[in-house]
């Protein structure tokens, strides 16, 4: 390709946020825009007359099933689905069966079954489906990884990734903002919803889907106590939020088993008051790295090393060429920029993406596996193969350069 004509699907604040990185990327042009709330809509077209003068995109709005007449675009390569998690599968599949690329925030669906869909969509159409998890693309996590190819940890252990974040307050959100959709399902389900951005990178750390996978898992809830203290506390009577039972603990914690018997411990909190963590933790039979609480690396003896000199000596390649625009460009510190730009040149160079369809269903499958774990009394839950085998015997994950 040589350029890529997207069309965006969910133009709320991480639709807005892509969109504004993508006009501002080379190989990209925005030729569609879809949001069922106008003014979202409108507001993601003034930016595209801002950045892309010339060219205006067609704007839908009517409705669930608006985007579908953006899918029948004649001038759309690929889509960026950004809309709320029940949305994405629904969306990436009508995407992919109207011949376009799906491009899906995470995670790309919340049930087995969709993951299934996904997986068997993209076989049959032969389309790209990429889960965007741009976490994989940050620089301490692109550093790790780097390391991890070169075996400076030796013989990879165990990994912890998390998403920490405390995001009470989106419960304020009216109807129109994540918190608006995002807070029920806490009073619907009871497990890790949002496993990702801890999961993605120590899934590319050890090759899952590429040499190994992940083989079962078992996971935790803590009783559900912050989100209900919070509403009583901050939201007035009679809002829909203040009265209702929320069902989700606190705090999640799952522990993945790989096929070669490693270990992962996959952490979710968004409701006590923590410092935000995605721990980002690999640990091998030589060494270990973590990202947080604050950067730690251990390397055979138990010397204190020089983390500056670290950094220089293994700075992923592609931080060292693009780091400076993607710092520039921004995006949770660049990493946002990196991830767009590398779909940019992969599509344009006709190389595969970073993250195909399987590591998707599979990254994303942890969200329905923890909720039956913990339905269960953590009972051991089977992680289905998505690949069907193909783990065994698919290429580790080049280093990007
Ligand atoms: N990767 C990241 O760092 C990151 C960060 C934030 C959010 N996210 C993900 O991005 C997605 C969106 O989150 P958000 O915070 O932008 O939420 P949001 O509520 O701000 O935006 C969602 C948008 O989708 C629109 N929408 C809802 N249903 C639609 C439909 N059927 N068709 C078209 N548009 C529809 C809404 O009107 C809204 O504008 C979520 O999946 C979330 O998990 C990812």
């Given at each position: 390709?040589?350029?890529?004509r ?6 709320g604040?991480?639709?807005t946020g892509?969109?504004?990185?993508a006009?501002r ?17 409108e ?13 205006t ?8 099933t ?9 001038d759309?390569?690929?889509v ?10 629904p969306?990436a599949?009508d995407a992919?069966?109207s ?13 087995v ?14 389309r ?8 994989c693309?940050?620089?301490?996590e692109m550093?790790?990884l ?7 940890f ?11 974040h405390?995001?009470r307050?989106?419960m304020?959100?009216g ?10 399902h806490h ?7 949002y ?14 889907n590429?040499g190994?996978?992940?083989?079962y ?10 989100r209900a ?6 939201l ?6 203040r ?10 914690n ?8 490693r270990s ?10 923590r ?6 933790l ?5 060494g ?11 390397l ?8 500056r000199?670290?950094?220089k000596?293994?700075?992923h390649?592609l ?18 920029a ?14 595969p993406?970073d993250?195909d369809?399987?590591?998707?269903a ?5 969200c329905?596996?923890s909720e ?12 289905p193969?998505?690949?069907?085998g193909?783990?065994?015997t ?8």
């Amino acid at each position: 390709m040589e350029k890529i004509r997207l069309g965006f699907i969910g133009i709320g604040d991480r639709g807005t946020g892509l969109l504004r990185l993508a006009l501002r990327i080379e190989g990209f042009q925005v030729t569609a825009l879809c949001d069922i709330h106008p003014p979202h809509a409108e507001r993601a077209r003034d930016l595209c007359a801002k950045y892309q003068r010339g060219s205006t995109p067609r704007v839908f709005t009517e409705g669930d099933t608006a985007y579908r007449r953006l899918l029948e675009c004649d001038d759309v390569d690929a889509v960026i689905i950004a809309t709320p998690w029940s949305c994405h599968t629904p969306q990436a599949l009508d995407a992919m069966n109207s011949g376009k690329h799906a491009f899906v925030e995470v995670p790309a669906a919340i049930t087995v079954e969709d993951c299934w869909r996904l997986v068997e969509t993209a076989e049959a159409s032969q389309r790209h489906c990429m889960m965007m998890e741009n976490v994989c693309y940050g620089e301490q996590e692109m550093m790790a990884l780097n390391m991890c190819r070169q075996g400076v940890f030796g013989e990879l252990l165990h990994g912890e990734g998390a998403y920490i974040h405390d995001l009470r307050y989106q419960m304020k959100d009216g109807p129109h903002g994540t918190g608006g959709w995002r807070t029920a399902h806490h009073a619907r389900r009871n497990g890790n919803f949002y496993p990702t951005h801890g999961l993605g990178p120590i899934a590319q750390y050890m090759n899952i889907n590429r040499g190994d996978r992940f083989d079962y898992l078992v996971s935790m809830s803590s009783p559900a106590r912050g989100r209900a203290e919070y509403a009583r506390k901050n939201l007035p009577e009679g809002h829909p939020f203040r009265d209702l039972k929320y069902v989700c603990g606190d705090i999640n914690n799952s522990l993945i088993k790989t096929s070669s018997g490693r270990s992962i411990l996959v952490q979710y909190d968004t409701t006590t008051p923590r410092p935000y963590s995605r721990i980002n933790l690999i640990q091998g039979t030589e060494g270990m790295y973590r990202s947080f609480p604050q950067e730690q690396l251990t390397l055979g003896t138990h010397k204190k090393q020089n983390l500056r000199h670290i950094r220089k000596q293994y700075q992923h390649p592609l931080w060292h060429k693009r780091g400076p625009l993607a710092r520039k460009l921004g995006g949770h510190g660049g990493m946002d920029a990196l991830m767009l730009w590398r779909i940019a040149y992969c599509l344009r160079h006709g190389e595969p993406l970073d993250q195909d369809v399987y590591d998707a269903a599979s990254w994303s499958a942890i969200c329905p596996l923890s909720e039956a774990s913990v339905a269960a009394r953590s009972k051991p839950i089977d992680i289905p193969d998505f690949t069907r085998g193909q783990w065994k015997t698919m290429k580790p994950l080049a280093i990007a350069t």
